[in-house]
C-alpha cells in the first residue's frame, strides 16, 4: 500500500512537472529583437515575414510592440528550413497552408541528405581512382589500363548525372537568342518574318525540353507517399522550386508540394500513374492486392 501511495505520488509529480513546464512556455513572450536571436536570424527578416503574413505576433504589449510565443518561434525556425531548402516565399506559405507540411519538410531533407550522400560516394570513388592512379605512377611510371578505365567509368557517371540540366541550360540560351536575336532585327531593319518563324522554333523547343523532362521524373506525395509521374499539363503549369512541384496526386487526390526524384532512364509508367508498390492509398492497395 505505501509502495503504491508512492509511486501515485511520482505521478502526480511528473504530471505537475508537465504542466508547469507547458504553463512556462505558454507564458514565454518574445519581442522581435529576442525572437530574431533565439532563432539565429535578424530582426529586419522576422519584421519581412510579418509583413509578407508568414509570422504574425500572437500579442503586443501596452506600448504596441510585438509579442511572439514559442509557437512562433517553431513556426520562424520551419520557414528558415523551407528557404534554406530553396522554397520561395509564395511557396512556403502554401506549404505553411498544407495539413502534411511536417512530411513535406521531411521528404525535403530526405532527398538533400539522399544528394549529399551520392556527392559524398562520388568524392570517395574519384579519391580511390587519384590514389590507384598514384599508385601506378610510382610502381610502373605509367598509368595501367584498368585505372585508366576506372576512373572513365567514374567520370561518365558524373557527367551523366548533371547531363540534362546542362541540356536545359544550353537549349535555353539558344531559345532566349532565337527570339531576342530576331526580334531586334526587326525593330532595326523592318525584317519581321524571321520572328514568327523563332517564336514557334522557341515553343517547339520548350515543349520538347518539358515532355523529355517529364519522361525522367517522378513526385512523392507527402499524404499518401505515392511515387507518381504527373499529367503533362500539370507539370507544365504547377508551380515548382528546384527540388519540388506543387501538384495533385493521382492517388489521394491532394495538392502538395512534392519533392522531386530524377531517374536516369526513362519511366515505364504511364503519365497519372504512380510506381507500383509506393502508395499506400487505400484504392491503389487493393488494385495492387487483386492483381497479385
Not at 507564458?27 to 539565429?40: F, K, M, P, Q, V
Not at 518574318?193 to 515553343?203: D, K, N, R, S
Not at 508551380?239 to 493521382?250: A, E, N
Not at 509508367?269 to 509506393?278: F, K, S
Request: charged share 25%; hydrophobic share 40%.
Amino acid at each position: 500500500m505505501v509502495e503504491k501511495n508512492e509511486t501515485t505520488r511520482c505521478e502526480e509529480r511528473r504530471g505537475a512537472a508537465g504542466l508547469g513546464a507547458r504553463a512556462s512556455e505558454a507564458a514565454t513572450r518574445y519581442t522581435t529583437g529576442e525572437l530574431a536571436e533565439a532563432c539565429g536570424t535578424t530582426v529586419r527578416t522576422v519584421q519581412y515575414y510579418d509583413g509578407k503574413g508568414l509570422l504574425s505576433p500572437s500579442d503586443y504589449s501596452e506600448g504596441g510592440r510585438r509579442l511572439y510565443t514559442a509557437d512562433d518561434a517553431r513556426q520562424l525556425h520551419f520557414i528558415l528550413m523551407l528557404k534554406a531548402l530553396g522554397l520561395s516565399l509564395a511557396q512556403i506559405k502554401g506549404v505553411l497552408e498544407s495539413p502534411h507540411r511536417h512530411v513535406i519538410l521531411g521528404d525535403l531533407l530526405d532527398e538533400n541528405a539522399r544528394e549529399l550522400r551520392e556527392e559524398a560516394e562520388e568524392l570517395q570513388s574519384r579519391l580511390r581512382a587519384i590514389e590507384a592512379m598514384g599508385d601506378d605512377i610510382r610502381r610502373y611510371g605509367a598509368l595501367t589500363a584498368t585505372s585508366k578505365l576506372a576512373m572513365v567509368r567514374r567520370m561518365e557517371d558524373k557527367r551523366a548525372e548533371r547531363r540534362w540540366h546542362a541540356v536545359m541550360i544550353l537549349v535555353g540560351i539558344l531559345m532566349d537568342v532565337a527570339w531576342i536575336g530576331t526580334l531586334v532585327l526587326g525593330i532595326l531593319t523592318g525584317v519581321w518574318w524571321p520572328f514568327p518563324i523563332a517564336l514557334v522554333a522557341v515553343a517547339a523547343a520548350g515543349f520538347w525540353l518539358v515532355v523529355h523532362f517529364n519522361d525522367h521524373t517522378t513526385y512523392l506525395c507527402p499524404a499518401c507517399r505515392a511515387d507518381f509521374r504527373p499529367n503533362l499539363g500539370a507539370f507544365f503549369v504547377a508551380c515548382h522550386t528546384p527540388t519540388t512541384r506543387k501538384l495533385t496526386c493521382p492517388c489521394c487526390g491532394e495538392k502538395n508540394w512534392c519533392v522531386e526524384r530524377f531517374h536516369a532512364e526513362p519511366l515505364a509508367i504511364g503519365r497519372g500513374e504512380c510506381v507500383p508498390g509506393t502508395c499506400t492509398h487505400g484504392a491503389c492497395a487493393a488494385e495492387e492486392g487483386g492483381a497479385r
